[in-house]
């Protein structure tokens, strides 16, 4: 097969000795094409003949700025050209928060291996070694994104594609096969690139501890075999792969907050991913809302607010998050609550609550200005902290973030709210970007929130409520 120089090469043709500079466009073939190729320098000029039975007409994949690699596509592969990969790697470092921030930041999340446990709405699962597949696969109902092995793994409830791992360790981008580099999450990396990946965020790649995990060493007999060898094979071969990444045109940033990989530039996973400008658009959203004053509260969804404060054992300190006009802080006052608290994200909001009882409040700001998955409290600093129709306004990952926070500062009990039907504010704004469907809901609450999950339902609003019991 021939190929054609991407990057500005110097090699030597089969059966010449002396090396000879190859430009851009020209054709190469045999062993200098097969190493180029593999090396990032080159691309595989395939036909429709040859492309054989593999299911895919010949596509043209790569990310902005990078050689075009033609090839044939394998019907289950993904088409990532130009996005964002996150590569979940199962590092000691790795946390559910970074995988909820990657998730709210609309990345692409490639997940390793057991790391899908924590991340379990990935688009990829990746597991090179088909010893850990028969231990410790997700079952069909546990993980509905693709998965893909090195090796061939069959027997299970659900398909896993295998995409061959080359026997030598640099990466690879004729599609055939990816690089070794001796772990799942370089030839994730490289799976990402392949697919066309413009920006490649690593997380959980410690490449420190042989053997250790965020879920602890693996068990039985896909017992990691690492040592102190293996951790220097694999430094080597990223730093081999961050030369082919850059010619490839693909950035990646090292957002493993306790890794011995400096190959990469490293950032914090809140600065690496476009956070902040989703969260400003949305935010930007509620200032026209509120804007009217028609939004806010109402009546019936107050109701059952009131029902579910008024059946908790015992009153303390409340706090609302994301308490828009106050309404919930009046209410708690009301109902012989404490010190009573509420956050809210929109500056207007803070600056202009006059509730009744204000002096009660014991402070001079009743609302504080914070975003619900960034509350500016210690541990258990209330009792009873709720969080009314709110989770569906907030971006996927946000909402993860936002219940790990109630959790956090909530020392007793947790009390909130969901509403599955569409809302637009006055501009015409979708508001409810995260709607669910109640019984999914009560899935991930069963899953995000420690203690007993209650789920209360609704009697007077549409909106349905549980309490969660720390």
């Known amino acids: 097969m021939q190929a054609i120089c991407c990057v500005p090469f110097k090699g030597a043709r089969d ?98 291996n057991s790391t899908w446990r924590i991340a379990g709405e990935a688009a990829v699962l990746y597991g090179a070694d088909a010893r850990w597949w028969k231990r410790g696969a ?15 793994v069959t027997g299970l409830d659900a398909p896993v594609r295998q995409f061959k791992v080359a026997p030598d360790y640099p990466m690879r981008f004729d599609g055939e096969m990816l690089g070794h580099g001796g772990n799942s999450a370089y030839q994730a990396a490289n799976l990402a690139a392949l ?48 030369k082919q990444l850059e010619r490839q045109g693909v950035e990646v940033i090292n957002c493993s907050p306790d890794s011995a990989l400096d190959v990469f530039p490293r950032a914090a996973l ?85 509730g009744p009882d204000a002096k009660a409040v014991n402070t001079d700001r009743p609302i504080e200005l914070a975003a619900a998955h960034d509350l500016p409290f210690a541990d258990g600093a209330f009792d009873v902290v709720s969080m009314f129709d709110v989770i569906e306004h907030l971006l996927p990952g946000d909402d993860e973030l936002a219940c790990r ?16 039907r569409p809302s637009f504010n006055v501009a015409g704004d979708d508001l409810h970007i995260n709607k669910r469907a109640y019984p999914e809901w009560d899935r991930l609450f ?4 420690p203690g007993k999950v209650i789920h209360l339902g609704g009697k007077a609003y549409v909106s349905e409520l549980w309490r969660i019991d720390l």
């Not at 509120?290 to 107050?302: E, I, Q, V």
């Not at 009131?306 to 303390?316: T, Y």
């Not at 069963?446 to 929130?449: D, G």
Request: with cysteine; net charge neutral; proline share 4%.
């Open 15 to 112: 059966g010449e000795v002396h090396p000879r500079p190859f430009k851009v466009g020209d054709s190469v073939e045999g062993e200098l094409a097969r190493a180029m190729v593999r090396a990032g320098f080159a691309r595989w000029l395939v036909t429709a003949r040859e492309t054989g039975d593999r299911g895919a007409a010949p596509e043209v994949t790569g990310a902005p700025g990078a050689e075009q690699r033609t090839r044939a596509r394998r019907k289950w592969e993904l088409d990532l050209d130009g996005a964002t990969v996150v590569i979940a790697a199962s590092g000691p470092s790795q946390t559910l928060e970074a995988l909820a921030i990657a998730k709210a930041s609309g990345a692409v999340v490639i997940a390793i």
């Open 138 to 152: 997700p079952k069909a109902n546990e993980f509905a994104g693709l998965r893909i092995s090195a090796e061939r």
């Open 195 to 242: 697919w066309g990946a413009r920006r490649i965020i690593l997380t959980g790649v410690d490449c420190k501890s042989p053997g250790d995990h965020w879920h602890g060493r693996h068990e039985g007999p896909a017992e990691d075999e690492t040592n102190e060898g293996t951790i220097a094979l694999w430094l080597q071969c990223w730093a081999d792969a961050a």
């Open 270 to 354: 809140v600065d690496a991913l476009p956070m902040a400008e989703a969260r400003l658009v949305e935010s930007e959203k509620y200032v026209r809302a509120y804007s009217a004053l028609n939004y806010h509260m109402g009546a019936k969804r107050m109701v059952d607010a009131i029902r579910a404060l008024k059946a908790l054992p015992g009153r303390g300190s409340y706090l609302d998050v994301s308490t828009g006009r106050g309404e919930m802080l009046d209410i708690a006052l009301e109902l012989g609550f404490g010190i009573v608290r509420g956050t809210e994200f929109i500056p207007q909001l803070t600056d202009n609550y006059e």
């Open 405 to 420: 926070e109630l959790a956090r500062v909530a020392g007793k009990h947790i009390i909130l709210s969901a509403n599955n």
């Open 446 to 449: 069963r899953r995000w929130f």
